[in-house]
């Protein structure tokens, strides 16, 4: 497997990517939107001032793209942080690691970029194996409270303390 930046070039097996790991029902049963709001969400995140192109990824396995996972700029008040998603893995190949590769290289990657905190929306058994934790627990406050514990955050600085109310890059907001 290779993980590397998003091009351009990828961009129509991206969307077609998303839409088929996002198809399923949403949390709460209902049927995914055509095309999902994941599909919709990256075309506007790729346009946006908060896209950062190299943590924009994808995963390729024998030459083909399995997988894709883009972090944009956020804050957390006043402060510069990111926020992670969408992230899919091709349905026929899920739970062959390919979703563990691409997170822990987006936070490496992050890290090496002096980035300091990471937060996304995501289930807790999922994404604590990567040293997220819900963000209440860093003190950050959920955009929406209500996603309690699957409003998560990684810190890359222990020697950072963040706290305030996360804000997503604006594409987020509608959502
Ligand atoms: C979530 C996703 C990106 C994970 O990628 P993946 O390549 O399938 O995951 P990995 O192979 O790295 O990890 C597999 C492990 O994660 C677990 N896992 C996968 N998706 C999970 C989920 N949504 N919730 C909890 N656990 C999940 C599997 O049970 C497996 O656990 P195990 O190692 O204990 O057996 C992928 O399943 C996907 O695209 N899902 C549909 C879209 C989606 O839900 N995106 C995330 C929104 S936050």
Same mark, same amino acid.
């Given at each position: 497997m290779l993980i590397r930046a998003f091009h351009d070039l990828d961009r129509e097996v991206v969307d077609r990517l998303l839409a088929e790991a996002f198809s399923g029902p949403q949390p709460g049963g209902s049927p995914a939107a055509s095309p999902p709001i994941e599909v919709v969400l990256n075309a506007a995140l790729l346009g946006s001032? +908060?896209?950062?192109p190299e943590l924009a990824l994808v995963a390729e396995l024998d030459g083909a793209v399995v997988g894709y996972c883009i972090t944009t700029r956020g804050w957390i008040g006043d402060r510069p942080a990111l926020g992670l998603g969408p992230i899919g893995v091709d349905p026929g190949v899920q739970r062959g690691g390919i979703g563990s590769a691409l997170v822990r290289e987006t936070l490496r990657l992050a890290t090496v970029r002096g980035e300091w905190v990471v937060a996304l929306l995501g289930d807790p058994a999922y994404y604590g194996r990567f040293g997220f934790v819900p963000s209440t627990d860093l003190g950050i406050v959920a =955009? +929406? =409270?209500?996603w309690g514990a699957y409003f998560q955050a990684a810190r890359l600085d222990p020697g950072e303390t963040p706290v305030g109310t996360f804000r997503y890059a604006a594409p987020f907001e509608a959502f």
């Open positions: 001032v +908060e896209f950062i =955009p +929406e =409270p209500a």
